[in-house]
């Protein structure tokens, strides 16, 4: 059998060499597989299968009991050797996330592997700049060790985080609101180490205590949790399969197209949904206050100032031109929103749509729904000074 080097340590014979090899694999970026095996004898196996048999025909707790039956034998293994494969990176991703720190957005890196895998990985990445120190948050296990862990964290200035999923469980149940809060002032972070279950309650948390929108990006069946939790899942088809993808929000092929998609595609979207949703405010605000207008000239009579398929051709027909121009709108070429990412910070601010782009748009409404309707007035050269019942 094999696995990772944390499950196989207890389960293979004591070795001297397995830890040190494993670190020595892992400071290479590589990813640390444990081969053993174990040899039964006849009397050995049948023992075996009648206590699996005898488990899987249990009625109450079936599966504590067969887990129970296969790691009674799964104890004292024979080691066969250790394996590292390199997780390579995909193509541009250095310039990608280089991309996203210029545009404002902050990177996390939640992962399964080892601290130093995933440690060399954030280097290589560029995750962790040359210029930038690493704190590693060391282990522990209770609320006291916790607390001076964090305190001598705190007295660091500019430094990107490495924590193991152990320790994090611990800072989250004992000290989350101060975890957070020094975590969220790091320029990157690291988790190692971390369960499924770990990661959507990081995106979770985030939401919660910055306030701030999270998108999250994964390829494997490990990240499904996550992405679900985000406010935005980006899922990337690779050799894990396509769980990621099926269960995201949008889905690449390659890491380096998560640029594009947020830079390009996700500012005209947020631009242009901004612009449309006034609109359409603005849009019936005009014709209300026409009506407005109209009703008061006529001493507010219940008159409609358009009737049949007037009204209903204004909110179809009549203005579907500046809906498509809007849909359509680009402010600047998508060569020139990749090549300067700083333009995406002004969506982090939110000036597109905010109370006062909502209130400008509504005072514009009225004055341009009064002038429109006075002036018809005007030119048509009607009096409405009397009003002709019948």
């Known amino acids: 059998m094999k696995g990772a080097d944390v499950v196989m340590a207890g389960i293979v014979q004591y070795n001297d060499w397995l830890e040190e090899e494993c670190g020595n694999m892992a400071r290479e970026?590589?990813?640390?597989?444990?081969?053993?095996?174990?040899?039964?004898?006849?009397?050995?196996?049948?023992?075996?299968?009648?206590?699996?048999?005898?488990?899987?025909?249990?009625?109450?707790?079936?599966?504590?009991?067969?887990?129970?039956?296969?790691?009674?034998?799964?104890?004292?293994?024979?080691?066969?050797?250790?394996?590292?494969?390199?997780?390579?990176?995909?193509?541009?991703?250095?310039?990608?996330?280089?991309?996203?720190?210029?545009?404002?957005?902050?990177?996390?890196?939640?992962?399964?592997?080892?601290?130093?895998?995933?440690?060399?990985t954030a280097k290589n990445a560029h995750l962790v700049t040359r210029n930038q120190d690493i704190h590693v948050f060391r282990l522990v296990t209770n609320r006291s060790e916790a607390h001076l862990e964090l305190n001598a964290f705190r007295r660091k200035h500019d430094c990107a985080l490495v924590i193991s999923g152990d320790s994090l469980e611990v800072c989250l149940k004992y000290y989350e609101y101060e975890f957070m809060e020094l975590a969220c002032q790091c320029p990157a972070v690291v988790c190692c180490r971390c369960t499924p279950t770990q990661k959507a309650q990081i995106v979770r948390l985030l939401q919660e205590r910055t306030g701030k929108l999270t998108c999250a990006v994964g390829d494997g069946g490990n990240d499904v949790s996550m992405i679900q939790e985000s406010d935005c899942g980006v899922g990337v088809e690779g050799k894990e399969g396509k769980q990621a993808s099926l269960a995201a929000d949008f889905s690449i092929t390659q890491f380096k197209h998560l640029g594009r998609l947020l830079m390009v595609h996700g500012r005209n979207s947020y631009k242009r949904s901004a612009a449309l949703s006034q609109f359409v405010i603005h849009r019936s605000l005009c014709i209300s206050t026409m009506q407005a207008v109209f009703s008061s000239v006529f001493y507010f009579a219940s008159v409609p100032l358009y009737q049949g398929f007037?009204?209903?051709?204004?909110?179809?027909?009549?203005?579907?031109?500046?809906?498509?121009?809007?849909?359509?709108?680009?402010?600047?070429?998508?060569?020139?929103?990749?090549?300067?990412?700083?333009?995406?910070?002004?969506?982090?601010?939110?000036r597109p749509l905010s109370y006062k782009t909502f209130l400008i748009w509504v005072l514009i409404s009225i004055y341009q729904g009064k002038e429109s309707k006075t002036t018809c007035c005007l030119v048509l050269r009607v009096s409405f000074s009397v009003v002709h019942r019948t």
């Not at 009549?318 to 700083?342: C, G, I, N, R």
């Open 310 to 350: 007037l009204i209903i051709g204004y909110s179809t027909i009549y203005t579907m031109f500046p809906v498509f121009s809007l849909v359509l709108d680009k402010d600047v070429k998508s060569e020139v929103a990749m090549l300067y990412p700083e333009l995406y910070k002004d969506l982090l601010k939110g």
């Open 29 to 120: 970026g590589l990813r640390v597989l444990v081969v053993a095996k174990k040899s039964l004898a006849e009397e050995q196996y049948q023992d075996f299968e009648a206590r699996y048999v005898q488990a899987k025909l249990s009625v109450h707790d079936r599966s504590l009991k067969v887990a129970t039956v296969i790691e009674s034998l799964e104890m004292e293994m024979e080691l066969l050797c250790l394996t590292g494969v390199e997780d390579q990176l995909q193509a541009d991703v250095r310039p990608t996330l280089e991309t996203l720190r210029n545009a404002g957005i902050k990177v996390w890196m939640l992962t399964g592997d080892k601290l130093e895998t995933a440690t060399c």
